[in-house]
Nanobody, 117 residues
Framework: QVQLVESGGGLVQAGGSLRLSCAASGRTDSIYAMKWFRQAPGKEREIVARIIWSDGSSYYRPSVKGRFAISRDNAKNTVNLQMNNLKFEDTAAYYC??????????WGQGTQVTVSS
């Protein structure tokens, strides 16, 4: 089992930046990929970015590509999401997710990001 704790959300003006962090504990040796999802009120949860734990290869949803950057620190078992040039439509609860090599998945408690226009 992998436990996840997010931090770094908050309120920011459009065009501003925020950095989210997710600290993993437990069976971190089993992690295959780390992902950030978000969910806005009344909308479905959607993937924002993903990073493969072993080689750092990444994926971004098109609407955040070029503005967001996902990174990992294997030694500290953390994954970060640097969010620049934030837009009103980025407002959502952001969730960290860990996918293991065994196909199991763990979620953090979420952190709120609010972008004022």
């Amino acid at each position: 089992q992998v436990q996840l704790v997010e931090s770094g959300g908050g309120l920011v003006q459009a065009g501003g930046s925020l950095r989210l962090s997710c600290a993993a504990s437990g069976r971190t040796d089993s992690i295959y990929a780390m992902k950030w999802f978000r969910q806005a009120p009344g909308k479905e949860r959607e993937i924002v970015a993903r990073i493969i734990w072993s080689d750092g290869s990444s994926y971004y949803r098109p609407s955040v590509k070029g503005r967001f950057a996902i990174s990992r620190d294997n030694a500290k078992n953390t994954v970060n999401l640097q969010m620049n040039n934030l837009k009103f439509e980025d407002t959502a609860a952001y969730y960290c997710n860990a996918e293991t090599r065994y196909g199991t998945s763990s979620w953090g408690q979420g952190t709120q990001v609010t972008v004022s226009s």
